[in-house]
């Protein structure tokens, strides 16, 4: 059985008396993809705030490996979410004024990393994701899919155990959100990280292992149910094989060990 990473118990969140979560329970295994649905106002975001120790709920437990996150101070959260937990958000949030390779090394270097080796380090991300000869562009010079390539090299240089996206493709178009997302997937997986995704958009949500659907603050009895396959994806949900579109992947559609599309190669830690 797939060990628990993250997992949620009883969250009880109002917002005056709006009850936000009314008593959600959330597990999350290692390297799991879990989907989060639901309409605006379900509830959706505030969990995932919840989850990743943004917000404090109002009542019940958050941990992190067995680490009780909701008990901590402000300090110790922040710095888990630096370190611990990496996120992609909607419209990348990137720094204005810093070009795409500072960007991508700001955790980093934020956590006490020199920044010659903190931009080192990030560079290593560009070209398999697809950025080569972008690392000085600032965001007001990249694409939408292009910033968010970025925000995802941002949000794994420190290999933290879960990756949270909030409608990582509700700024993009269609074929860029579904690139973006097959990046995402494949990189947090190839990273051995858990991935957390608010969405609204079922589209998303296929790319993910299973899909829980929030409604009036909680989750649908029965929700929970795993991603079907669709096409270029395995009977698990994965992404599957297809040598021309994703050269360096194996059978499974995961980052391989060879080829120059390989995201295992560059991933830190993984060659010294």
Known sequence: MTAVVLEGFDLVKRFG???????VGLAVGRGEAVAIMGPSGSGKSTLLHCLAGITRPDAGEVHLLGQRVDAMGERQRSALRRTR??????????????PA???????????GTSRAEAVRRAREWFGPLGLGGMEGRRPGELSGGQAQRVAIARALITRPAVVFADEPTGALDQATGHDTMRLLVEATRGNDASLVVVTHDPQ??????????????????GAGTAAGPYP???????????????????VRGHPGNDG???????????NG
């Open 232 to 250: 270029g994806h395995d009977a698990r949900g994965y992404p599957g094989h297809d040598a021309q579109a994703h050269p360096g992947h194996d």
């Open 260 to 270: 120059p599309g390989s995201l295992t190669r560059i991933l830190p830690g993984r």
């Open 85 to 98: 937990f990496g996120f992609v958000f909607q419209f990348g949030q990137l720094l204005p004024e810093l």
């Open 204 to 221: 998303v949500a296929r790319w993910c292992d299973r899909t829980v659907e929030v409604r009036d603050g909680r989750i649908l009895t």
């Open 17 to 23: 008396s709006t009850v936000a979560l009314d008593g």
């Open 101 to 111: 390779e500072e960007n991508v090394a700001l955790p980093l270097m934020l956590g």
